[in-house]
């Protein structure tokens, strides 16, 4: 009777253990995915990660369990404009600012286009002017196309075909973003104390859309011209609001 009985032990034993098998699947996938993300100059896609995984492996289980795994550590791993990235944590960013120099700021009336320009994207800069209630000054637009962060999306479908402007994938990555929609609402600004609640009720803020596909008014940019057109925009005070103060 011992004989059997290790007879069906050895049987069992040989078996091989699905659990196991998936287990050691995920881990080979993780390291997959960690060393692509880490050796890649860019934010990587899931669809370039899920490539090079062993078949059968979900892309999303994978990146969850590697995401968990960092978040405790000095980098972390994060998803910025629908890709991966490894950024250092961010209660320790204080330790590498010191090495960078002195950083340029940006000015107030940069910063207040920049946003209107990813709430209400796809805009332009007449209407950009009219929200703000004042002209923009000369190159802001140049200084915000220069950073990377917003780029020229087409032409709106008016009189004078004005440029139409947008966010970039740049801005999302450097504000930490996932995707545009998760820019801070009404509520959210309240509470960071950015309006003081003397709002008038009509008062919203648009759910922005940073969509690469062209809205019903815009037309496509149609050649390198546009670029120059852009700089020249940029660069000059819109005539039809030059009656308008100018916020630097």
Do not use: C
Request: avoid cysteine.
């Amino acid at each position: 009777m011992g004989d059997i009985a290790r007879l069906f032990q050895t049987e069992a034993a040989a078996e091989p253990d699905p659990s196991a098998s998936a287990n050691a699947q995920l881990v080979e996938a993780m390291r997959i995915a960690e060393a692509m993300i880490f050796a890649s100059p860019e934010p990587l896609a899931e669809q370039e990660i899920e490539k090079r995984l062993p078949r059968g492996v979900a892309i999303a289980s994978v990146l969850d369990h590697l995401k968990a795994s960092y978040s405790a550590r000095g980098v972390n791993l994060v998803r910025v404009g629908g890709k991966w990235m490894f950024r250092t944590a961010t209660d320790l960013a204080w330790l590498l600012a010191g090495g960078e120099g002195e950083q340029k700021k940006m000015s107030r009336a940069a910063l207040e286009t920049l946003a209107i320009i990813a709430y209400h994207q796809p805009v332009t800069r007449a209407e950009i002017e009219d929200i703000r209630g004042v002209a923009i000054s000369k190159g802001t637009l140049d200084v915000l196309l220069e950073t990377g962060w917003v780029r020229l999306r087409g032409r709106r479908r008016a009189p004078g075909r004005p440029l139409t402007y947008g966010t970039t994938q740049e801005f999302l990555i450097h504000f930490g973003l996932e995707a545009v929609g998760d820019l801070p609402g009404l509520e959210e600004l309240k509470g960071a104390g950015l309006f003081d609640g003397r709002l008038p009720s009509s008062f919203s803020i648009p759910q922005p859309s940073d969509d690469d596909a062209l809205a019903a008014d815009e037309d496509p940019l149609e050649d390198d011209a546009d670029a120059a057109d852009a700089e020249e925009e940029a660069a000059e005070p819109d005539p039809a609001g030059s009656h308008q103060p100018i916020d630097d």
